[in-house]
């Protein structure tokens, strides 16, 4: 062997299996199937883990709700109205604005939250471990490490807020994270989904949550159209040019059919589809996801093992 082909040889086993320029994945799967054994137990070892997760994990349901709009409410205002309106200085309801639309957008309003904490009976069944039935009060959950784990990762900069009873701030949390909306351009409805290990809590929530928004923009249109037929009536008594009061009778029935259809004790904005449906099937965890997650993860760790134990020979 020339010294050339020899300092070559030499400059290969000092870089490694990594090599100095990148990873050389030839050499790390000849390590790995060299160190079989080793990687074999690891990924054994994730398998049981994840198995074992398997059996304790919550299984989580898809808790599923179909709404569309109420097409009666769908009015829309004609040029006259506008000008009218913009002339009187009033906003009239349904001018140029989609009820239903305005509805959808208010599912994650302070307001669905207020309305979802004001059932306490509801609170208490989201938050079980947070309400201590025998003192009737709520109190915070007891736990022996947490106090140690805020207090190593505060020292990161992590910030712990007090622990104060649920309210709307943790309900609104709440509907920010699990709340699913999903609408089809096709149909006109909108899918509502909460994923949650207790499905009927999740139906109730949704279930409280449209049925509050649903009344909240009745009253809100009802009494809207109640101060604007006030208006027009006393215009309609001092008017006399006859364009201008035929404007006022055309505005005047527009929110008398407002406000009929806001008193009929029918839904309003909203039509729910049926009652709230729970998936037959756990949506997580999903067991060959996670079995293959920890094939894949045990095999990494193995042959990163297995490449460190040939590093240190």
């Given at each position: 062997m020339d010294a050339k082909t020899r300092d070559a040889t030499v400059s290969t086993a000092?870089?490694?299996?990594?090599?100095?320029?990148?990873?050389?994945?030839?050499?790390?799967?000849?390590?790995?199937?060299?160190?079989?054994?080793?990687?074999?137990?690891?990924?054994?070892?994730?398998?049981?883990?994840?198995?074992?997760?398997?059996?304790?994990?919550?299984?989580?349901?898809?808790?599923?709700?179909?709404v569309t709009g109420v097409q009666s409410n769908q009015s829309s205002s004609s040029g006259t109205l506008d000008e009218i309106s913009s002339l009187a200085g009033v906003d009239l309801p349904g001018a140029g604005n989609s009820q239903f639309k305005l509805f959808v957008?208010?599912?994650?309003?302070?307001?669905?939250?207020?309305?979802?904490?004001?059932?306490q009976e509801l609170l208490k069944a989201m938050y079980p471990r947070e309400w201590s039935a025998s003192e009737g009060r709520w109190r915070q959950p007891p736990s022996s490490i947490r106090r140690g784990i805020q207090l190593v990762l505060s020292t990161f900069g992590f910030y712990f807020p007090p622990w104060a009873p649920p309210g709307a701030s943790r309900v609104a949390d709440y509907?920010?994270?699990?709340?699913?909306?999903?609408?089809?351009?096709?149909?006109?409805?909108?899918?509502?989904?909460?994923?949650?290990?207790r499905p009927e809590v999740a139906q109730?929530?949704?279930?409280?949550?449209i049925d509050s928004m649903d009344e909240r923009m009745r009253q809100r249109d009802l009494k809207r159209a109640t101060v604007?037929?006030?208006?027009?009536?006393?215009?309609?008594?001092?008017?006399?040019?006859?364009?201008?009061?035929?404007a006022l009778v055309t505005n005047l029935v527009q929110q008398e059919k407002q406000r009929m259809l806001a008193s009929a004790p029918l839904p309003y904005v909203s039509d729910v589809l049926g009652n709230p449906m729970v998936s037959?099937?756990?949506?997580?965890?999903?067991?060959?996801?996670?079995?293959?997650?920890?094939?894949?993860?045990?095999?990494?760790?193995?042959?990163?093992?297995?490449?460190?134990?040939?590093?240190?020979?």
């Open positions: 000092e870089r490694g299996p990594l090599g100095s320029h990148g990873l050389d994945l030839s050499e790390v799967l000849r390590i790995a199937r060299r160190e079989k054994i080793t990687v074999l137990a690891v990924i054994g070892v994730f398998l049981v883990a994840s198995i074992l997760y398997l059996h304790v994990a919550k299984r989580k349901y898809a808790v599923r709700m179909v957008g208010a599912l994650r309003s302070p307001y669905a939250a207020q309305a979802v904490a004001a059932d509907l920010k994270d699990e709340l699913k909306i999903v609408p089809d351009s096709k149909s006109g409805t909108v899918t509502m989904e909460i994923d949650s290990d109730r929530v949704l279930q409280t949550m604007d037929i006030g208006y027009l009536t006393e215009r309609l008594a001092s008017v006399s040019v006859e364009d201008y009061r035929r037959s099937r756990p949506v997580s965890p999903v067991p060959l996801a996670v079995l293959v997650a920890a094939v894949v993860l045990g095999w990494l760790v193995g042959v990163a093992i297995a490449v460190s134990r040939h590093k240190r020979r």
